[in-house]
């Protein structure tokens, strides 16, 4: 699964929390500082698929929401769960990357994981992957190591809410 970080440089510095709504995305979540909009071209295999990156920088700390719409095949054919997992293994920078702190949970009744990642010079970073229909949202915190950076972690990751027309459908566990 694609995970990877949108460059420093594409994301906006400074300004305070708040509500920000992603039209194409479907989904209202709380962000700090300016947010930025960045699309991208991704490789999932043999395909090619579009990532929408919203992110910004506030007191040093990174925050990032992506989401990709994958192809009905896969999220038809491929248990929820499944699907999380391989987005949580593809946050590894490394195979030896140290995951930790594996959480299964729901975001708005649909399928979600929290976890933590330890990237050497890079710090923590906490990740919230959610599954719904076919879409594949990825929240980032990166920090430097602290308390504070999983209290801004935690209000980042509890701020999203699911509000799609295509949420109408329930979720498959």
């Not at 959610?130 to 430097?144: F, K, S, T």
Request: aromatic share 6%; hydrophobic share 40%.
């Amino acid at each position: 699964m694609v995970t990877a970080l949108v460059p420093l440089a594409a994301l906006a510095v400074g300004g305070g929390w708040k509500p920000i709504e992603s039209d194409p995305g479907g989904f209202k979540v709380t962000m700090p500082g300016e947010v930025k909009r960045v699309s991208e071209t991704v490789k999932l295999g043999e395909l090619k698929l579009k990532r929408t990156v919203l992110g910004s920088i506030d007191e040093g700390r990174r925050f990032e929401v992506s989401f990709i719409d994958l192809p009905q095949t896969i999220t038809v054919n491929t248990a929820s769960n499944d699907i999380l997992d391989a987005a949580r293994e593809g946050a590894r920078t490394t195979p030896k990357t140290l995951i930790t702190n594996i959480k299964r949970t729901k975001v708005g009744g649909y399928p979600a994981q929290r976890f933590k990642v330890m990237i050497p010079k890079v710090g923590l970073v906490n990740h919230q992957v959610i599954l719904w229909e076919n879409r594949l949202c990825h929240q980032v915190v990166v920090a430097p190591r602290s308390e504070d950076a999983d209290i801004a972690a935690d209000r980042f990751f509890k701020s999203f809410k699911i509000g799609a027309p295509e949420t109408d459908k329930q979720p498959k566990d």
